[in-house]
Nanobody
Framework: QVQLVESGGGLVQAGGSLRLSCAAS????????MGWFRQAPGKERQFIGR???????NYANSVKGRFTISRDNAKNTGYLEMNSLKPEDTAVYLC????????????WGQGTQVTVSS
């Protein structure tokens, strides 16, 4: 059974940093793309960024320059490094895997809460 588990969320002051992890189990995702999303209460899910199997990344404008996505294929784990956090970054953060790299996400984690206080 394929499972994605996010961790690393928590409460941080504005300007602080957090590093989220997304651990995959059940199969290797080294040849898949991984995306990160977030959803705040009452708002639609928002794309944050994505990393391909080869390590290429792209980001939403709202996080570009502050957030960095990486992966460790040996550990079957993806990471989201978040710096210069703002209160508006408060949300549940989710990772997802796009098996064939064509843009559709096949597996989703349950999410981890990130709260940024002002």
């Amino acid at each position: 059974q394929v499972q994605l588990v996010e961790s690393g969320g928590g409460l941080v002051q504005a300007g602080g940093s957090l590093r989220l992890s997304c651990a995959a189990s059940g199969r290797s995702f080294s040849s898949s793309a991984m995306g990160w999303f977030r959803q705040a209460p009452g708002k639609e899910r928002q794309f944050i960024g994505r990393i391909t199997w080869s390590g290429s990344t792209n980001y939403a404008n709202s996080v570009k320059g502050r957030f960095t996505i990486s992966r460790d294929n040996a550990k079957n784990t993806g990471y989201l490094e978040m710096n210069s956090l703002k209160p508006e970054d408060t949300a549940v953060y989710l990772c997802a895997v796009d098996e064939d790299g064509l843009g559709g996400y096949d597996y989703w984690g349950q999410g981890t809460q990130v709260t940024v206080s002002s």
